[in-house]
Structures are given as C-alpha cells and as structure tokens.
C-alpha cells in the first residue's frame, strides 16, 4: 500500500488470522497499512531492517504479533524510535501467557505497549489512537466510533429493560 502510517507484522503466517483484526480495524479507519511476515528466530536480518527502516518508509506505528518466545515486539522495539504495540499470539501449550509474558517483560528504556492475548483489534485502535495524537481527522474518527459504542451499549440496555433478563437471554 502507498505510504502506509502503521506496520503490521508478524512472526509467522499461522499468526495472520490473529492479527487480521488489526488489518480490519485500521482499514475501517481509513489507515494505510503494510503487512508483513517478519520472525525474529528465522529472518533475523529481515527483521533488523524492518525496524530500522520503517520510519523511513512513513510508518508511525508497529502493531507486532508473536506466539510462544514471541520476541519479535521486543527486538523490533529496541531496534526502532516508534511506537511498538505487541500482540501476545495464542498457542496450543501454554493458551498464549507464554507470548504475554514475554512481550510484557522488557527491560528498562525498550518500551512495548501490550494489549491482551489474542486481542489485535485493539491494538489497531491503540494504533490508531496514537495517530490520533497528532491527526486531527483521525482524532474525529475515534471520537465518532466511541459514540458508535455508547450508542450500542446504551441500544442493549434499553432492550434489556423492555424485554428482562430472562427474555433477553433467550434470544441470545
């Protein structure tokens, strides 16, 4: 994509279905994207120079997946000036604390935002927010789906108080 103001990355593509909602939520936001298969373990040298040239190339953000060692956030974090936002992939061993606790315990001054296991989508809108900070239209667009969200929740509540508990849990 042309000039692309987040990076979405991942070790491996059997992470790709967990960071899709990433992809999803920055396109609905109008974000340009790039998306690409980087491991830490099997293409290190790709790895280094993604993170020391993605600022180069307009990216604002990294959004980082990993599963299990899941180191990609950290290195590329110690390896870039931007903002790292690491998605804790889940595996089959250990249900994805493995990657959590690994992208949570970084060292003092490599800072890695970390959203919950499996959670991409917010880490788009982390993201997103970030941008936010400095995009007045972007900052407009997430004030506008927060009240998307309170429109929703408020549209739950009202149908929980015509109908009751019991009648809404039926048609759940």
Avoid: W
């Avoid at 190339?57 to 870039?80: C, D, E, F, Y």
């Avoid at 992208?103 to 800072?111: E, L, T």
């Amino acid at each position: 994509m042309l000039n692309p103001k987040i990076g979405i990355i991942m070790g491996s593509d059997s992470d790709l279905p967990t960071m899709q909602a990433a992809i999803e939520i920055c396109t609905q936001f109008g974000v340009p994207i790039e998306v690409e298969i980087v491991s830490a373990h099997r293409t290190p040298d790709r790895m280094v120079e993604y993170a020391k040239t993605a600022h180069h190339r307009g990216i604002q953000v990294i959004i980082a997946g990993a599963g299990g060692a899941a180191h990609l956030p950290g290195m590329v974090a110690s390896l870039t000036p931007l903002p790292v936002i690491g998605v804790p992939i889940q595996t089959k061993a250990l249900q994805g604390v493995d990657s959590l606790y690994s992208i949570v315990q970084m060292p003092g001054g490599i800072p890695v935002a970390t959203v919950a296991i499996g959670n991409a989508q917010n880490a788009g809108l982390l993201a997103i927010r970030i941008l936010g900070s400095h995009d007045e239209a972007m900052l407009q667009k997430m004030q506008d789906y927060q009240a998307e969200l309170k429109t929703m929740v408020v549209g739950k509540q009202q149908k929980l108080d015509r109908l009751g508990y019991e009648a809404y849990l039926a048609q759940m």
